[in-house]
DNA sequence: GATGCGATTCACT
DNA sequence: GTGAATCGCATCG
C-alpha cells in the first residue's frame, strides 16, 4: 500500500485509495474509516490548484517530502484537512482525503460530531472526516508530517477492500475554478452515501 | 506590517 | 440558496 504512494501517477495513486482504511487512535479510541472519496493534487508548476504550486513554503514543507506521510492544514479559520503525501521526495504531489464510511469507532466518532448527524455523514466531507478521526488543533500539529505506514504515529493507512474501477466515478475538483476543469481528479464511489455533496467553484 | 482570501460547514430562509 | 464564523498563509507595499 505504501510503496504504491511512491508512484508519480498521482492520479493513479487516488484512485487506488479508494477503499483503503485510516484508523486513528488520537486521544485513546479507535476510529476506522473506509475511504470514498479522494482528490489529487500535482507538485510545483503542473497544478495551479495545489498548495504546492507556488514552491515550497513553511505551511506546505511536508507535501515536498517522503511519501507516505500525514499532511495536515488549516482553512477557513476551523477547519483541519488530511492529506497523504505521495510522489518521490521532492515532487510534492498529495491526496486529499475527503470522505469515507467509519467503519470501526462508531460511538467515539459520534461523540466527536454533532450528535444530531447521521452515521454516513460522519466523515462525509473533509473537515469532517479529519474531525471524526479526532483531529484537532490540539493534535494537529503532532501529526503533520507523520509517517501513515507507521501506527505508533497514532494514525495510519491500511489497504482494505478495493474497489472495483468500474465503481469509481470522477469530477472535477470541489471549490477550484477554470485551470481546474479539465482535470477531474476528483474519484470518488459511485453511490456510495457517504460520498460529499459536491460544490464547484466559483469566480470572484 | 497590513490585507485578502481559501481544497468548508452549519444554521437559517 | 445564502451568509456567518474565523485564522494562517501568501502577497504586496
Redesign the pocket.
Known sequence: MLDALASSDVVGVARRLLGAVVTSELGGDRVSVRLTEV?A?AGVGEDP????H?GR????AVMFGPPGRA?L???????W?L?VVTGSEGQAS?V?LRAGEVVEGLDAARSR??A??RDN?LAR????LAGALGITSVTAAAINGSDLGDERSGLWLRPGVSVDLAAIASSP????REEALGRPWRFYVNGDPTV?PY?QGVD?
Not at 73 to 79: E, L
Not at 125 to 128: K, L, Q, T
Not at 173 to 176: I, L, Q, S, Y
Open positions: 482528490e493534487y490548484a495545489s498548495h504546492a507556488r513554503t513553511p505551511r506546505n499532511y492544514y488549516f482553512v477557513y479559520g476551523m477547519h484537512c492529506n498529495a486529499l460530531r454533532l444530531s448527524r455523514d466531507g473533509p473537515a469532517c475538483r470541489t471549490g477550484v460529499s460544490r470572484r
